[in-house]
């Protein structure tokens, strides 16, 4: 046979040289969890994650930045009596996040920061916005996710990142940070968040579901690839910097469209239930864990995703570096 594709697979230099697409730590970003106090709480439904303590927060991400893992994205779990209707603990600027933020960057200079914008950590309601008369207000949410963002950019933060998908919040962010003199934070998009089944264990961790109704109302329809798009049109001309695809394996096909409409770097969030899954599975001896994660993170790459966020990413970076 004059064409054998075998050829280009028969041994690992070849296979290795011919290679489409590559993972490498530096593509990576870590999830994180801190809460108050000293030490860390286990999540139940992702071994190997904690709520932590930040002393232990800038352990965690002393050792990601070792391993070569560029990011931290940080997630505030607060106790139930500190929260409130509107999340007033969100803008205060010795609040969690904020002084979170300041120790990682005082201990950890060169790790990039980023901070998630939305309200449900802090809300009583466990919604992304405002619920005024069993609704979510849009309008209303705007101007507290814009000072939410400045608190967290006057605190240190490399990139803000909104997650909550209300409507006009990257423009309203936007707006703020450079009033304030922060023209130089980014903007990480939630440009495409879905309402998804597989955020379980990640609203476990910060005890986050919604009191009443969902998040169907502003979160995208499963069911949509072309609104994608739209987000995406919407997201880029408010200003954002980065966009993000959320969750990211039930999600390929959206991946790979807004690559191929943007310039923009594309991030996919691989989520706390793709994580639960793999880990769960590789408990009961069916499935090896780190090779699932590893072929998991490339078909992100391989859809288009430049950034990968994932609670998956020490793992990753020690499989990466042989260690």
Known sequence: MRVRPRRNR???????????????????????????????????????????SIDRLVHRSREALGLGVPAVALFP????????????????PDGLLPRAVRALKRELPELLVLTDVALDPYSSDGHDGVVIGGRIDNDETLPLLAAMAVAQAEAGADLVAPSDMMDGRVGAIRDALDRAGFG????????????????????????????????????????????????????????????????GLPYLDVVRAVREHTSLPVAAYHVSGEYAMLRAAAANGWLDYEACLMESL??????????????????????????
């Open 77 to 92: 779990a607060l106790a139930e009596e500190l929260k409130d209707p509107r999340g007033s603990q969100s803008t205060k």
């Open 298 to 323: 490339l078909a992100l790459r391989r859809a288009g995703a430049d950034i990968l966020f994932t609670y998956g990413a020490i793992d990753a970076a020690r499989i990466l570096r042989g260690r």
């Open 184 to 247: 130089e934070v980014g903007i990480c998009s939630y440009c495409c968040k879905y309402a998804s089944a597989f955020y379980g264990p990640f609203r476990e961790a910060l005890d986050s579901a919604p009191r009443a109704g969902d998040k169907k109302t502003y979160q995208m329809d499963p069911g949509n690839a072309r609104e994608a798009l739209r987000e995406l049109a919407l997201d880029e001309a408010e200003g954002a910097d980065w966009v993000m695809v959320k969750p």
């Open 10 to 52: 028969a041994r690992p230099a070849i296979r290795e040289l011919v290679r489409e697409t590559r993972l490498v730590p530096s593509d990576l970003v870590l999830p994180l969890f801190v809460q108050e106090g000293e030490g860390e709480t286990p999540i139940a439904s992702m071994p190997g994650h904690a709520r932590l």
